[in-house]
C-alpha cells in the first residue's frame, strides 16, 4: 500500500524567517507525481508546488521550495520569508491515479 | 468561472437517514474524485471517477456509493448515514487520465451525523 507520513502535527515559525515542513512516502512505482496543498482556515484546498518524480531538479515557485529525495523517499517543503499568511494546514500528497495524502502538519506564523 | 461546486455545503443528519453529496464542475476534466477529511488523517479517497461511465473504489468505499451522471457531475450517496461518517467531504477534479495533473478542489461539504 501507498502511504505518506508528515511527522510534524504542528509547527511555528516567526515571520520572515526560512521553516521547513517534512514528508515521506512509501511506493514501488517508479513514476508518480509529488504535491504540497496549502488549507487555510477558509478550508479551500490550494496548490502550492509540484514535483515530478522523473525529474532531478527541486521545484520552486517563488518563496516556496522542495528538497526532493527519491531514493530516500522524501519529498520536503521549505518556506522562505515566512508571512502571516501562510498560516495553514499543509498536506504533502503523491501518487498516479489515485492522490494518497499525509496528515497534515498545521503552520502558524508568528508576527 | 466556478470551477468544481459542491452542495450542500452543510448538512446535519439523523443516524439511518440518507442523502446525496453533489458535485459539479465546469473545467471540462475526465477524472473526478470524493475524498473526506477528518482531524489528524488527511485527506482519504472515497471514490474516484476516471471518465464518464467509470467508477472505483478508493480507501475507504465502505457505506457510499457514487453516480458520474455526466462528464460534469458526480455524487456521492450515503444510503444510511451512521455517526462516523461524520468528516468534511471534498469534491476535486483532475484533467489528465494518467498521473500528471493536480487536483482542483471543492470549498467541501462538513456532514454532521447524530
Known sequence: AQTVTQSQPEMSVQEAETVTLSCTYDTSESNYYLFWYKQPPSRQMILVIRQEAYKQQNATENRFSVNFQKAAKSFSLKISDSQLGDTAMYFCAFGGNKLVFGAGTILRVKS | ?114
Open chain 2, 1 to 114: 468561472n466556478a470551477g468544481v461546486t459542491q452542495t450542500p455545503k452543510f448538512q446535519v443528519l439523523k443516524t439511518g437517514q440518507s442523502m446525496t453529496l453533489q458535485c459539479a464542475q465546469d473545467m471540462n476534466h475526465n477524472s473526478m474524485y470524493w475524498y473526506r477529511q477528518d482531524p489528524g488523517m488527511g485527506l482519504r479517497l472515497i471514490y474516484y471517477s476516471a471518465s464518464e461511465g467509470t467508477t472505483d473504489k478508493g480507501e475507504v468505499p465502505n457505506g457510499y456509493n457514487v453516480s458520474r451522471l455526466n462528464k460534469r457531475e458526480f455524487s456521492l450517496r450515503l444510503e444510511s448515514a451512521a455517526p462516523s461518517q461524520t468528516s468534511v467531504y471534498f469534491c476535486a477534479t483532475r484533467r489528465d487520465r494518467g498521473i500528471t495533473g493536480e487536483l482542483f478542489f471543492g470549498e467541501g461539504s462538513r456532514l454532521t451525523v447524530l
